[in-house]
Each structure stands twice: as structure tokens, then as C-alpha cells.
């Protein structure tokens, strides 16, 4: 079975233009994640979706953030406009979600540079 | 809120030696348990995962973690460890029930000497 599915595996982009990050997730799941990693702060977890609804956006970091998941097998997340402190690895993760316990999958990230 | 600790950010070890990574949990109840290994420039594979029974878990890789509830700890193990082992390894918790937000913990790189 294919994996989480991640693109661009790496972008280098200029301050004040806009990333736009795109998922797959692996076919069957109702769970969807967005985390970012830095070294700084490790991994965290920015939005949550199930069902396609975003249920937990609380580690957004701010407007210029925005999250959507049209339907079960795509979800992007959109920085406008970027900004250096963007930089890192974002990560989209899916489970499936039956309530008594899920695993994650991970796909490869989406390596952010915003010079 | 739950939370994960793992005290140790760095670890060496020879090549062929054992192997035990800490990590221990906050949560109110019993939570589901994990371990990730990430190696440079990939995403994160899971190791092994706890829901309930057995506290004991094999994973794949070699390695085991074993869940003690009243110390909240999931130590992750090896008996043996490869070169290939050199990784970052990051434990994680979610509630057992509801929304599974899973926190990871800080990490934990490891080295492998020869």
C-alpha cells in the first residue's frame, strides 16, 4: 500500500510569498495531521482534521496558516506569506480513527526554506 | 494535558551493546503508548505501540518496550544494537478514548559507535 504522500518533498521560497503544501493520505484513513519540525521546538502538531472536518487547530500559529481537506484523499497547507521563521520540515500524518485506538503514519515531509 | 518527558537528548553506545531509551508519561488515565524512530531527512516509522494487555510489546527492528504503570514509563529496548540503529527515537501518548491528539516527546538521538 502506498504511504502518506507529501509535496514538495523540498521548497525554497522568498520571504512574503506563498507555500502552499499538499497531502495524500493513505486510502481508508479518516484521520488527517499536520506537524511541523524544528529543532527549536521539535514536533508539533498544528492541525488535526477527522471526517475531513478540522477538529483541533489550536497549534496553528498564527492567520498566515490556513489548513483545509476538500475530501478524504487531499488536504493542503497554505502559509501566506511566509516568513524565514516558517522554515522547517512539515510533516502530514493520517490514521484511521475508531475510537479505541490509532496509529499514525508519517509521510516523508515537505523540507520548508523561506530565505 | 498529557505530556511526555525523555530525559535523555543524546546517547552513545558501542556497537553489539544493549540499549534502553527512557520515557516517561503525564496523563490521568492509562494512555496508548508509542515509539518512533526517524532517521535523517525521513519521516517518522513506528516502532511498537501499547493499547492494553500485554505490557511487554515487540516491535519491529529488534526492539521492545515495556509499560510500568506505576512508574509511567514506556523504556524502549534493545539487546544488540546495529550501526543502522543510529537514529533520532521519539516517544509519544494519546488519550485512550475521544479526540487521540498524540504528543510526542522531545527525542532522543542516538549514536553508534563501532
Known amino acids: 500500500d502506498a504511504g502518506v504522500i507529501q509535496s514538495p518533498r523540498h521548497e525554497v521560497t522568498e520571504m512574503g510569498q506563498e507555500v502552499t503544501l499538499r497531502c495524500k493520505p493513505i486510502s481508508g484513513h479518516n484521520s488527517l495531521f499536520w506537524y511541523r519540525q524544528t529543532m527549536m521546538r521539535g514536533l508539533e502538531l498544528l492541525i488535526y482534521f477527522n471526517n475531513n472536518v478540522p477538529i483541533d487547530d489550536s497549534g496553528m500559529p498564527e492567520d498566515r496558516f490556513s489548513a483545509k481537506m476538500p475530501n478524504a484523499s487531499f488536504s493542503t497547507l497554505k502559509i501566506q506569506p511566509s516568513e524565514p521563521r516558517d522554515s522547517a520540515v512539515y510533516f502530514c500524518?493520517?490514521?484511521?480513527?475508531?475510537?479505541?485506538?490509532?496509529?499514525?503514519?508519517f509521510g516523508e515531509g515537505s523540507w520548508l526554506t523561506v530565505v | 494535558a498529557q505530556s511526555v518527558t525523555q530525559p535523555d537528548i543524546h546517547i552513545t553506545v558501542s556497537e553489539g551493546a544493549s540499549l534502553e531509551l527512557r520515557c516517561n508519561y503525564s496523563y490521568g488515565a492509562t494512555p496508548y503508548l508509542f515509539w518512533y524512530v526517524q532517521s535523517p531527512g525521513q519521516g517518522l516509522q513506528l516502532l511498537l505501540k501499547?493499547?492494553?494487555?500485554?505490557?511487554l510489546v515487540q516491535g519491529i527492528k529488534g526492539f521492545e518496550a515495556e509499560f510500568k504503570r506505576s512508574q509511567s514509563s514506556f523504556n524502549l529496548r534493545k539487546p544488540s544494537v546495529h550501526w543502522s540503529d543510529a537514529a533520532e527515537y521519539f516517544c509519544?501518548?494519546?488519550?485512550?478514548?475521544?479526540?487521540?491528539?498524540?504528543?510526542f516527546g522531545t527525542g532522543t538521538k542516538l549514536q553508534v559507535i563501532p
Open positions: 500524518a493520517s490514521s484511521f480513527h475508531d475510537g479505541s485506538g490509532n496509529t499514525i503514519y
Open positions: 501499547y493499547f492494553s494487555g500485554d505490557t
Open positions: 509519544a501518548v494519546s488519550p485512550s478514548g475521544g479526540y487521540q491528539k498524540v504528543t
